[in-house]
């Protein structure tokens, strides 16, 4: 099993940032790609953004240019640098992980999840 522990998470006003972060730990040698996925209140979770263990990288459209994700192997995690936050930026921000090598596999979802830390942007 895997388990992913977030941090990170606030109440921010439009333009400011956030660093959100994610420590793994458990079962890890299988797991290839970890991301982030977000739900804002009342829609369907989405996916911000994924990275492999390669460095390959995905990115929704909406956050494209604002949100970095990036990851430290040394310590099992994976970090979610957001600027220019906008008010609908607002939703849960998940972590999560899977096993497989390519980010384009992972726009509903990976295996794993943490339980999701609150990011609130205020106009």
């Known amino acids: 099993q895997v388990q992913l522990v977030e941090s990170g998470g606030g109440l921010v006003q439009a333009g400011g940032s956030l660093r959100l972060s994610c420590i793994a730990s458990?079962?890890?040698?299988?797991?290839?790609?970890m991301g982030w996925y977000r739900q804002p209140p009342g829609k369907r979770r989405e996916l911000a953004a994924v990275?492999?263990?390669?460095?390959?990288?995905d990115y929704a459209e909406s956050v494209k240019g604002r949100f970095t994700i990036s990851r430290d192997d040394t310590e099992n995690t994976v970090y979610l640098q957001m600027n220019s936050l906008k008010p609908e930026d607002t939703a849960v921000y998940y972590c999560?992980?899977?096993?497989?090598?390519?980010?384009?596999?992972?726009?509903?979802?990976?295996?794993?999840w943490g339980e999701g830390t609150l990011v609130t942007v205020s106009s």
């Open positions: 458990g079962s890890l040698f299988n797991i290839k790609a």
């Open positions: 999560a992980a899977g096993p497989m090598d390519d980010p384009a596999l992972y726009r509903h979802g990976m295996d794993y």
């Open positions: 990275i492999t263990k390669g460095g390959r990288m």
